[in-house]
């Protein structure tokens, strides 16, 4: 199936998407037209849950979200309420593809065997069918590639993802768009070391002064391509 037109969800999909080569590819085969453009996109999620099990549980989503072909970044930090662990998995990629208006090829990587081996068709859904259901419904639309990444094991964005999920859990709220942005360009410059302290640094400082709840997040970019349409936009 050509990478330019929208496929239906697929379970399981056992080729992997190799980002870095496809978008080379678009690249050099030139803009196709609107109509049938396809945004390549990658989405590291992660999820946190604080007290898992407990009545008092607080869960969030985090999640980096990369249009590939536009080198645009979207950042998500989602208060997900008084769930498990587990749940929170499977909602921080539920979370992560509501924010996208087209219909996208996409990878998707998470430190949850969980969730990636049930994706992958090696589990069946025995269990929390509700917030699976929520997740098949986001993927229809969508060519989507799961796979497993270790977790706290240096990668940059993932990292990222799980500062985020945190945060939210945390502040039980949605972390506001204007912090997100901001945020979004401290992760922008340290994306190609080895630490997010700076990252970091910022995201404590926000989570210092929350006591306000704000569910939209727009789009920052990382630089200046255009051309494509954005996986964001409809």
């Known amino acids: 199936m050509g990478i330019g037109y929208p496929a239906p969800f697929f379970l399981p999909i056992t080729r992997e998407l190799n980002p870095v080569t496809t978008v080379r590819f678009e690249k050099e085969n030139g803009r196709r037209p609107v109509e049938n453009y396809t945004p390549i996109v990658t989405i590291y999620a992660d999820a946190s849950c604080l007290r898992n099990g407990a009545a008092d549980s607080s869960a969030g989503g985090g999640a980096v979200i990369i249009d590939r072909n536009r080198m645009e970044v979207k950042l998500v930090a989602k208060y997900l309420g008084t769930i498990t662990n587990q749940q929170a998995e499977i909602l921080a990629c539920v979370t992560a593809l509501e924010e996208l208006r087209r219909s996208c090829r996409v990878e998707i990587l998470s430190d949850s065997r969980y969730v990636i081996?049930?994706?992958?068709?090696?589990?069946?859904?025995?269990?929390n069918r509700a917030v699976w259901n929520q997740l098949i419904e986001q993927s229809y639309g969508h060519h989507i590639t799961w796979r497993w990444m270790k977790g706290h094991d240096g990668e940059t964005f993932q990292e990222a993802a799980d500062r985020l999920a945190r945060a939210a859990s945390t502040a039980r709220t949605d972390l506001l768009s204007a912090d997100l942005d901001f945020l979004a360009e401290h992760l922008s410059k340290e994306s190609n070391q080895l630490t997010i302290r700076s990252f970091e640094i910022e995201l404590d400082k926000i989570l210092s002064r929350y006591d306000q709840v704000e569910l939209t997040v727009p789009a920052t970019r990382l630089d200046g391509a255009g051309g494509y349409p954005s996986a964001f936009l409809g």
Do not use: A, L, P, S
Request: charged content about 35%; aromatic content about 0%.
């Open 117 to 127: 081996d049930t994706m992958n068709g090696r589990n069946r859904m025995k269990t």
